[in-house]
């Protein structure tokens, strides 16, 4: 099934008498007519098949452009089935006259809607015809007046399709038409923008992990703005899912998401995945805060004179360093962080 306009031809054939008038019309409106033929000596510009009986084919190329039937320069404003009559006017005998309907949709169909999209298809939905006036639906879709892509829906009761072979973040124009044996009028057009295509996704976690107090640290991820942070994003802490209930934007393009963490004191590490749904994608990236498997060995303080302590210990390839923290009575007095065995 083609988009508009839509060209077929119509035919006409006279047998008989060689002295006639033909007229061929759709409604009260002629779309060719012929006086005073002879196929003797006065042939109207018909295609003579068969000499001996008079047999001659009359043709017309018709037009039609979902509102109008055309051929040449007559044109005929129409809705619904069009039935054309071919009409020959004997001057000597019976005349004649031959009916043609073709079935077109009277309406459009409606409530055209977007149910899915993701950065190549578009899914869209409309409220199906009746089985007598569809056999099928004929899905346009274009983009900057150009025509992308024409599907053909088979079947009156099928109401949605999945565009696919998209390019990302491109908006597109879309309708539909029902068919029978032509199209109908078409539906009213929505616009559509598929999401962009994402090459490298727009995140970091190692750049942004900062060390809040002893026990707090705070991690942030960086998204694109095509999704919504609340419902489209969230977390994972070593396995456990957590909500991205903190974000801000950053620019018209960037969200910045942030998850607090408190790393167990027990010498847990602490694994973190941002993860996010972006055209149908997963996008996860993730960040391990190494905790050691235990504590130093061999720990040994010694008092120095009545303000000073040294502290030392047995190195450990697993650290990166070390936080010495010493109280009195219960209460934190200096947290210090070296990363030597002694101090």
Not at 66 to 72: A, D, E, F, L, R
Not at 294 to 313: A, E, H, M
């Amino acid at each position: 099934m083609t988009v508009y306009p839509q060209e077929y031809k119509l035919n006409c054939t006279k047998i008989g008498h060689a002295n006639y008038d033909i007229n061929m019309s759709i409604g009260s409106t002629a779309l060719a007519s012929y006086t005073a033929c002879y196929d003797l000596n006065n042939p109207c510009p018909g295609t003579v098949l068969v000499s001996s009986t008079n047999t001659v084919r009359y043709t017309i190329t018709i037009t039609w452009d979902g509102m109008t039937v055309s051929s040449g320069s007559i044109s005929q404003s129409t809705t619904g089935d069009q039935m054309y009559q071919c009409l020959l006017d004997n001057v000597g005998g019976a005349d004649r006259t031959r009916t043609l309907t073709i079935k077109v949709p009277a309406t459009a169909p409606s409530s055209l809607t977007e149910v899915n999209k993701t950065a190549t298809t578009i899914t869209v939905s409309w409220t199906a015809l009746d089985s007598s006036d569809a056999d099928g639906y004929v899905v346009n879709v274009t983009s900057d007046t150009d025509t992308v892509q024409t599907v053909q829906v088979e079947g009156s009761s099928n109401n949605t399709i999945t565009l696919n072979g998209l390019r990302g973040g491109t908006t597109y124009s879309i309708t539909v038409r029902a068919y029978q044996q032509l199209l109908g009028p078409a539906s009213s057009t929505i616009s559509v923008q598929t999401l962009p295509v994402i090459n490298s996704i727009n995140w970091t976690l190692l750049s942004s992990i900062t060390q809040l107090n002893n026990t707090q640290y705070r991690i942030d991820c960086l998204t694109t703005t095509d999704i919504n942070p609340s419902a489209d994003a969230y977390w994972l802490v070593n396995g456990v899912m957590k909500s991205n209930s903190m974000y801000t934007s950053i620019d018209v393009l960037t969200y910045n998401n942030t998850l607090l963490v408190y790393p167990d004191s027990l010498g847990v590490s602490v694994n973190v995945t941002c993860i996010a749904m972006i055209g149908g994608v997963n996008y996860s990236p993730s960040v391990i805060l190494h905790a050691p498997s235990g504590p130093p060995n061999n720990v040994r303080g010694f008092i120095l004179n009545t303000n000073s302590i040294k502290v030392n210990w047995t190195n450990s390839s697993e650290p990166n360093g070390y936080v010495i923290e010493y109280t009195t009575g219960g209460v934190t007095r200096n947290v210090v962080s070296t990363s030597e065995d002694e101090i």
